[in-house]
């Protein structure tokens, strides 16, 4: 994002220790506490578009600590040996569902590898032995992030993967949103660790990396409209001097969050148009029918036994072809023989998939009437599978669900949500 590096200097900032002492506005009660640790949260939600996250062992989540290799061995040694300054600038900090840890290649690495790193501790707990939940595809929330949860280490959650655990971890926070901002105003040691977790945020942001999740933090603290901060706070958060500098410059940056608000309700607009349409309607109804009927062919008119609409035929790809065609939505029967290559037939009947767009939507928060496509994992994408959502809690295609595939089958994972 080229605002990004222009504005770099806005992220040259510094957490004062009287930060520590202020009394924050954002702390006077809950409401303005839960507005401030919201940025932190959508912070997370929005660094996992930004920087993909990735494992060492694979997609895997491990129930227990891997064994450290010979190469990660000598790594914890230079780590313990150098100053956590030369330990950072040597690795570039990033954060994988709120908890530090290193960029690899590209893409944030597993907390885990990093456990005990020099560099990472003041920020907080590392994600070590303690941390892990003894279950596989489990992960555990970071606790200052996502509430301590009854162990006080934070929440276990199942997980089919690393894609959008921090929005998984923040359905746990829901429940019980006020825990965080007890132990701010109750315990000291916890305020502290707190303020430290923003102050590397800042420092993150510091370094100029080029993600979107930076320029919403520091437009969302800055923003005095936004009553997320006060003044007062942006002080002693970040010095007079990074105020001095905001005053000539923030009128671009926020030209630049307006244009993204229009684009997304330019895109929101149309998925609605969509949604509510005539064609959309009767493709849902199509496929509700269907789903209690035996089809053999490329017509509605071959649907003639009854069958158990809960029943999975194993040919979800060609009841939703039908109610396609049936539909107008596509003006002919799409040739094609497994359900993931819906991923490239669609598109060509003028289906846009608005995943690209939203990397974090999941199928539970697709639009209604969305075609959502899955392919097959681990191993072979086919045959894949495919769905319409027919409704809130329904899922449909030959057969009907009141949860998406994904939600019950870990075998299959979302690639497309398609609207025209």
């Not at 901060?229 to 005053?247: F, H, K, V, Y």
């Not at 940056?253 to 229009?262: D, F």
């Not at 497994?338 to 697709?366: C, H, Q, W, Y």
Request: with cysteine; glycine share 6%; proline share 5%.
């Amino acid at each position: 994002m080229i605002y990004a590096k222009k504005f770099i200097f806005l992220f040259s900032l510094v957490l004062y220790s009287a930060a520590f002492a202020h009394e924050f506005s954002f702390t006077k009660d809950f409401e303005s506490f839960d507005r401030f640790h919201s940025t932190l949260i959508h912070f997370s939600q929005k660094i996992e578009k930004d920087l993909p996250l990735r494992s060492k062992e694979g997609d895997a989540i491990p129930a227990t600590m891997p064994r450290t290799s010979g190469l990660h061995f000598i790594e914890i040694i230079v780590d313990s040996v150098f100053s956590p300054v030369m330990a950072s600038t040597q690795r570039e900090l990033c954060f994988f569902a709120g908890w530090p840890s290193y960029m690899n290649g590209g893409y944030c690495d597993t907390p885990w590898s990093h456990d005990g790193d020099r560099y990472l501790r003041p920020i907080g707990d590392t994600y070590g032995r303690d941390y892990f939940c003894g279950k596989r595809d489990v992960f555990r929330c970071h606790p200052v992030l996502f509430g301590p949860g009854e162990s006080g280490r934070g929440h276990c959650v199942p997980t089919s993967g690393y894609d959008e655990v921090s929005g998984i971890c923040f359905e746990k926070l829901l429940e019980e949103p006020d825990q965080i901002y007890k132990a701010f105003q109750l315990d000291p040691e916890y305020r502290e660790t707190y303020l430290n977790y923003v102050q590397h945020i800042i420092e993150y942001c510091q370094q100029g990396h080029d993600v979107e999740a930076c320029e919403y933090f520091m437009a969302s603290i800055l923003d005095l409209d936004q009553r997320v901060c006060s003044l007062d706070d942006i002080r002693a958060l970040m010095g007079q001097e990074a105020i001095d500098q905001l005053q000539s410059n923030w009128s671009d940056i926020k030209t630049v969050l307006a244009g993204r608000e229009e684009q997304a309700a330019k895109r929101q607009a149309r998925i609605e148009k969509y949604s509510n349409s005539a064609e959309v309607q009767i493709m849902i109804n199509t496929i509700r029918t269907n789903a209690a009927r035996v089809c053999t062919g490329q017509s509605t008119q071959t649907c003639r036994a009854s069958k158990n609409p809960r029943q999975n035929r194993g040919l979800c790809w060609r009841y939703v072809k039908l109610g396609l065609v049936d539909s107008g939505l596509t003006d002919s029967y799409v040739v094609s023989r497994f359900a993931v290559e819906a991923e490239r037939k669609l598109p060509a009947r003028g289906f846009t998939n608005i995943l690209e767009d939203n990397p974090s939507m999941r199928s539970i928060d697709a639009p209604i009437g969305a075609i959502l496509v899955y392919e097959k994992f681990p191993g072979s994408r086919t045959p894949g599978h495919i769905e319409v959502k027919l409704g809130d809690d329904e899922y449909g295609s030959d057969f009907i669900s009141n949860r998406p595939i994904d939600q019950y089958n870990p075998a299959r994972r979302l690639v497309g949500i398609y609207i025209k």
